[in-house]
């Protein structure tokens, strides 16, 4: 049943961008590795994390769009379920670190050791297992995201009011992340990591597995945010952002279709922090910072949002265009985020994928009133009505 | 709950509710018998829309019992368990999924498990394609079903949702104002469908368009005020100088 579900219905489109990001797994990795240096074919070592990075906030910006773009929540505070996936990924590389840290003590990471504490926390335990750290990637995000939901959507806080209180979730997570007595490093963080599952975190092969898993992981989410938004459950999400009372009335429980998708967004934008984190070699509250929850949604309302791919063109675009920006005008880059975002509404409301989607269906509907004229449309029955025909055969 | 209070399908009974102390239903009382199709009437704030409201779940009564089916409290009952009950209900404003086709729009409206997996892992049977198809037949919009919903007219999008209703398969069906911005063709039609409709469900009609409320030629009640001023056959409510007073004479 999962197969046939994640297997079946796709757009074109999806399956392209799909197909590209799985061939940029392969491709990217290869020509870093094996392309001599100095051919063009060659990617040098430092754009590898630099590229991987720009595919976390890809996966971020994806499952931000499943909650904004489908369901109509608009989350100002994404980041946070980043920042919890990321630091979770963090809390092991910590332990892998060992006696190599400063004070060479084997169990306890260094800041522990400077703050004079004698045992690890007993919320550390278990974080020098792989596979533990990885389930929490996944349920540390899931289970803030299913809480705060369930209160949030069951005393039906919505618009203006629930994006508050998700920005204020962030920010609650910001300040308490910068106390050093709560254990995660203070405003440090966590970082020095030495290796990841035994390999050399800064060697260039484990940098392009870093950056092909990332790649890959990002292309397994869109494929299942596309099954889950073209079920009828995506098409319930749909009726709840455009008419939540009348999906509410046709005996649709709306608190639980809200949560449902809530917390699958907030264990994918957990995903997208536990990649970031080794590619980056770093995780600080900064990450909580109620600013980056904004900037993902500029990436995804660039993109296009309710459209999947395009919250993560989105993402990719904006941030190559901050890398370059920063490097030549660092400290106008917040204006010119700002003057983007201010564009986008005024000029691409749908986005760039919107606005392309909206031109393309215009054609098609051109053609349709052109062959309707010639009276030809009767012959050819219409490409809604042969999917329902196969729809309803299997 | 198993003794039934009532034989009705539905049994208001000294029903009120005040928003800011404003009394929008006073001690309203009346009773919709099975298969029964009633047509209200009433001034523009007389409470027409609240009653539904109260019916679906929506608002809740100050003071007063709504029964369903003989013995459903509907005032312990949130809009989703209710609706699930078999009530459905069409709004004031035609309300339909815009950025869905019609299909979809029926396809969501059909009375199939709603909980997130079963629509997770839904697949459209035979059988749900043949009843979405039968009422495209019946509110006439075969032709237009993989349309969006938002290029209908608003006569269209009265019907789709008419058309949700049917494929709710509610016991009980609330109606309110189904023929405002149809032309006079569309508004007989909507009487057929309903009288229609009504012989295998009950169904309440709120309605000011008297022509519409004379062809549908049923019971009427008049609402004013929050409660009922007169309930009859409608030449017997029209004549009723409470009414005319009220209502038909401003
Ligand atoms: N949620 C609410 N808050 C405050 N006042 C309300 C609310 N709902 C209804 N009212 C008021 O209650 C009164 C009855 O409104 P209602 O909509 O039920 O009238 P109606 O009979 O449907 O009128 P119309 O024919 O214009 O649709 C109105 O004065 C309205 O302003
Ligand atoms: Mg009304």
Known sequence: MITEFLLSRHEKKTLVVAALILLAAILVPLANLLAPEGSLLHVPDHLVPLMGKYLCYALLALALDLVWGYCGILSLG????????????????????????????????????????????????????????????????????????????????????????????????????????????????????????????????????????????????????????????????????????????????????????????????????????????????????????????????????????????????????????????????????????????????????????????????????VAAEKGRTAAQPSQGAAAHETQAAE | MDSKITNSILYLDNVSVSFDGFRALNALSFVIEPGELRAIIGPNGAGKTTMMDIITGKTRPDQGEVYFDGAIDLTRKDEAEIAQLGIGRKFQKPTVFESHTIWDNLELALNRKRGVFSTLFYRLTTEDKARIEHILETVRLTARKNDYAANLSHGQKQWLEIGMLLAQEPKLLLVDEPVAGMTDAETSETALLLKDIAKTRSVVVVEHDMGFIRDLGVKVTCLAEGSVLAEGSIDFVSNDPKVIENYLGR
Do not use: C
């Open chain 1, 78 to 369: 994404h980041g946070a379920f980043f920042a919890l996936g990321g630091y979770a990924m963090g809390m092991y590389l910590m332990r892998q670190i060992g006696p190599r840290g400063v004070y060479a003590n084997p169990l306890l990471p260094d800041f522990m050791v400077f703050l004079n504490w004698k045992e690890l926390p007993w919320y550390w335990t278990g974080f020098n297992h792989f596979w533990f750290a990885g389930l929490m990637v996944l349920l540390v995000p899931g289970l803030l995201a299913f809480v705060f939901g369930w209160f949030a959507f069951r005393s039906r806080v919505t618009g203006v009011y629930l994006s508050i209180i998700t920005q204020a979730m962030t920010y609650a997570l910001l300040l308490a992340f910068f106390r050093n007595e709560m254990g995660f490093g203070g405003n440090n963080g966590l970082t020095d990591f030495k290796d990841i599952l035994g390999a050399n975190i800064q060697a260039p092969e484990t940098r392009a597995t870093l950056f092909a898993m990332t790649a890959l992981l990002l292309a397994l989410s869109l494929i299942l945010s596309s099954a889950i938004v073209r079920s009828k459950y995506g098409k319930v999400l749909i009726g709840v952002r455009d008419a939540e009372s009348r999906t509410r009335f046709l005996g649709y429980r709306v608190e639980n279709m809200k949560l449902f998708i809530f917390t699958v967004s907030a264990m994918m934008a957990g995903i997208a922090g536990a990649l970031y984190v080794p590619q980056v070699g770093i995780i600080n509250p900064g990450e909580f910072a109620p600013a980056n929850s904004i900037e993902v949604v500029i990436w995804t309302a660039v993109g296009g949002r309710g459209t999947l791919i395009g919250p993560i063109i989105g993402a990719i675009l904006v941030n190559f265009g901050k890398t370059i920006f920063t490097a030549a005008f660092p400290e106008f880059w917040l204006f010119a985020l700002g003057a983007l975002f201010i564009a986008t509404t005024l000029f691409l409301p749908k986005g760039i994928v919107g606005t392309v989607m909206q031109g393309s269906k215009a054609r098609a509907e051109r053609q349709k009133a």
